[in-house]
T-cell receptor, first 110, second 116 residues
Framework: GQQLNQSPQSMFIQEGEDVSMNCTSSSIFNTWLWYKQDPGEGPVLLIA?????ELTSNGRLTAQFGITRKDSFLNISASIPSDVGIYFCAGQLWGSRLTFGEGTQLTVNP | ETGVTQTPRHLVMGMTNKKSLKCEQH?????MYWYKQSAKKPLELMFV???????ENNSVPSRFSPECPNSSHLFLHLHTLQPEDSALYLCASRKHIGGLRSYEQYFGPGTRLTVT
């Protein structure tokens, strides 16, 4: 089956710093989704990507669909304490199930 | 989006108990999912319902029994669970109509289940 490798597994940063995380797949996807999960809550959809090379922003968040269709990147600029949480990537090849990465745990120190 | 609700939010049950988890979506979606989330592991897909018909059962033990009476409601019936079944159980929904946005799944807040 398809596998997603998400890195890094965890990040500890200072408030105001920029953050980058990525996901790589063993096979191509048609769709990449990025979610954030706060403690005790379900994942919330942040950004959806549907085209290779696509770059999409949502406030301070920017995500890119890699041109090889096997990877995706999420950047957070000027981090703030409420950015704390687990960020998940998910990829899907149309007609197949959504495959999730293991998540990146982000900690922001004030 | 807060269009997917789950109850209860927390549940503690013994191995001989029978309980049910409930999910309700208010988004007009017609596909619903149950996922299991354990610590340090990716989300595990358990069941998929599309247009109220179960289309996927991902090798889940029979002690978990799903029910989808209509496109807005999804249940997960639990009986004789094991301690290793303790996890966060997440419900999700999407609009199964074709087109790009139909691949976006929206999650509920989850039920934190502890089996003692």
């Amino acid at each position: 089956g398809q596998q997603l490798n998400q890195s890094p597994q965890s990040m500890f940063i200072q408030e105001g710093e920029d953050v980058s995380m990525n996901c790589t797949s063993s096979s191509i996807f048609n769709t990449w989704l990025w979610y954030k999960q706060d403690p005790g809550e379900g994942p919330v959809l942040l950004i959806a990507l549907y085209k290779a090379g696509e770059l999409t922003s949502n406030g301070r968040l920017t995500a890119q669909f890699g041109i090889t269709r096997k990877d995706s990147f999420l950047n957070i600029s000027a981090s703030i304490p409420s950015d704390v949480g687990i960020y998940f990537c998910a990829g899907q090849l149309w007609g197949s199930r959504l495959t999730f990465g293991e998540g990146t745990q982000l900690t922001v120190n004030p | 989006e807060t269009g997917v609700t789950q109850t209860p939010r927390h549940l503690v049950m013994g191995m001989t108990n029978k309980k049910s988890l409930k999910c309700e979506q208010h988004l007009g979606h017609n596909a619903m999912y149950w996922y299991k989330q354990s610590a340090k592991k990716p989300l595990e897909l358990m069941f998929v319902y599309s247009l109220e018909e179960r289309v996927e059962n991902n090798s889940v033990p029979s002690r978990f029994s799903p029910e989808c009476p209509n496109s807005s409601h999804l249940f997960l019936h639990l009986h004789t669970l094991q301690p290793e079944d303790s996890a966060l159980y997440l419900c999700a929904s999407r609009k199964h109509i074709g087109g790009l946005r139909s691949y976006e799944q929206y999650f509920g807040p989850g039920t934190r289940l502890t089996v003692t």
